[in-house]
């Protein structure tokens, strides 16, 4: 791969400030990422559409179930997302939103002044849920909600 420079391991930077990889995307720019002999055809292309928003509402919908079963949801929903977003153009702008939110919030998250925040009051939490617990059993001691020697 040419990134632009001799030093491995270095990207070249556009002169807007996006990397390689994110000015090849806008160049390459948005709609479908048919193969021209489908997009040549009305017909070919239109059930090309309509199986790749199939295929993709399918691994929506599993995403989707596994936001309440177990499995991993939100990354398969990202990936029906992906699917639509080789055809549909509207997939393609929610999915580059999604992508830059998700690096805003990685490097938020990532601050020392945040992170310390974060320990802090996660520290604060389970202090607070420990010494709730422990007036709990103070009071009511522990006791199993079925009694074992009946049985």
Same mark, same amino acid.
């Given at each position: 791969?040419?990134? &632009?420079?001799?030093?491995? &391991?270095?990207?070249? /930077?556009?002169?807007? =400030?996006?990397?390689?990889?994110?000015?090849?995307? $806008?160049?390459? =720019?948005? &709609?479908?990422? +048919?193969?021209?002999?489908?997009? +040549?055809?009305?017909?070919?292309?239109?059930?090309?559409?309509?199986?790749?928003?199939?295929?993709?509402?399918? /691994?929506?919908?599993?995403?989707?179930?596994?936001?309440?079963?177990?499995?991993?949801?939100?990354?398969?929903?990202?990936?029906?997302?992906?699917?639509?977003?080789?055809?549909?153009?509207?997939?393609?702008?929610?999915?580059?939103?999604?992508?830059?939110? /998700?690096?805003? +919030? +990685?490097?938020?998250?990532?601050?020392?002044?945040?992170?310390?925040?974060?320990?802090?009051?996660?520290?604060?939490?389970?202090?607070?849920?420990?010494?709730?617990?422990?007036?709990?059993?103070?009071?009511?001691?522990?006791?199993?909600?079925?009694?074992? $020697?009946?049985?």
């Amino acid at each position: 791969m040419n990134t &632009g420079s001799n030093k491995p &391991g270095e990207a070249v /930077v556009a002169a807007h =400030g996006a990397t390689s990889d994110e000015s090849r995307d $806008e160049v390459r =720019g948005l &709609g479908s990422r +048919a193969p021209e002999f489908i997009k +040549a055809r009305r017909v070919l292309h239109l059930s090309w559409q309509v199986g790749v928003f199939i295929v993709g509402l399918a /691994v929506v919908a599993a995403g989707a179930a596994m936001l309440v079963l177990p499995g991993p949801g939100w990354v398969v929903i990202f990936g029906g997302m992906a699917i639509w977003a080789t055809e549909f153009v509207w997939a393609q702008l929610v999915l580059r939103w999604t992508k830059r939110k /998700v690096t805003e +919030a +990685a490097q938020r998250a990532l601050d020392p002044k945040v992170r310390r925040r974060n320990i802090i009051l996660t520290t604060i939490g389970v202090v607070i849920v420990a010494v709730l617990a422990g007036v709990y059993l103070w009071k009511f001691g522990l006791q199993m909600p079925w009694k074992i $020697e009946d049985q």
